[in-house]
T-cell receptor
Framework: DAMVIQNPRYQVTQFGKPVTLSCSQT?????MYWYQQKSSQAPKLLFH???????NEADTPDNFQSRRPNTSFCFLDIRSPGLGDTAMYLC????????????FGPGTRLTVT | ELKVEQNPLFLSMQEGKNYTIYCNYS?????LYWYRQDPGKSLESLFV?????AVKQEGRLMASLDTKARLSTLHITAAVHDLSATYFC???????????????FGKGMKLTVNP
């Protein structure tokens, strides 16, 4: 089945230690998104890729970076995680084959200690 | 700036009862989504509403969209415990690049259905 996959599902990292979260998709969608969702809050868009074009939200901290080496993969890099970055990170994809609806992956729960 | 408001934010109801929850948004949009989220899980798509007057039903849930009033409703019929979850509505704020969406989410409504 076509899907959005996120790895790892759970990640614990230390304050200030860089961490990378991975997202892959088999839907062949051209748009990929990263959201941050803190406990009891709504998802918040960090950035998205439209094909290879990177689009950063104005209030996304510089600490958060992203890479998309090819259509299928997208990475979220947190250069120096702080305690406030503890959250669920959701990857989503969209494309014309899905009517532009966003398809969400299972998420990575990141804990910064 | 697009704002999305959900009402109520918390709801405790008994099994078998009916209830309607609301999602208002501030600027013109013709795409609205409802998601369900269980604790510790990702978002599960419930409904995609793409035009004024759209109505969709799945099991005990029915969603509708009035783009003129900028309002969507999610109606729960004869609630059961399994419906307990957080429900988000999200509205497409749209980017200039066709086919990419900026989803703006409401704060979510935490539903508890008591036996």
């Amino acid at each position: 089945d076509a899907m959005v996959i996120q790895n790892p599902r759970y990640q614990v990292t230390q304050f200030g230690k860089p961490v990378t979260l991975s997202c892959s998709q088999t839907l062949n969608h051209n748009v990929m998104y990263w959201y941050q969702q803190k406990s009891s809050q709504a998802p918040k868009l960090l950035f998205h890729y439209y094909d290879k074009d990177f689009n950063n939200e104005a209030d996304t901290p510089d600490n958060f970076q992203s890479r998309r080496p090819n259509t299928s993969f997208c990475f979220l890099d947190i250069r120096s995680p702080g305690l406030g970055d503890t959250a669920m990170y959701l990857c989503a994809t969209s494309g014309w084959t899905g009517g532009y609806e966003q398809y969400f992956g299972p998420g990575t729960r990141l804990t910064v200690t | 700036e697009l704002k999305v408001e959900q009402n109520p934010l918390f709801l405790s109801m008994q099994e078998g009862k009916n209830y309607t929850i609301y999602c208002n948004y501030s600027t013109t949009s013709d795409r609205l989504y409802w998601y369900r989220q269980d604790p510790g899980k990702s978002l599960e798509s419930l409904f995609v509403l793409l035009s004024n007057g759209a109505v969709k039903q799945e099991g005990r849930l029915m969603a509708s969209l009035d783009t003129k009033a900028r309002l969507s409703t999610l109606h729960i019929t004869a609630a059961v415990h399994d419906l307990s979850a957080t429900y988000f509505c999200a509205v497409d704020g749209s980017y200039s690049q066709g086919g990419s969406e900026k989803l703006v989410f409401g704060k979510g409504m935490k539903l508890t259905v008591n036996p």
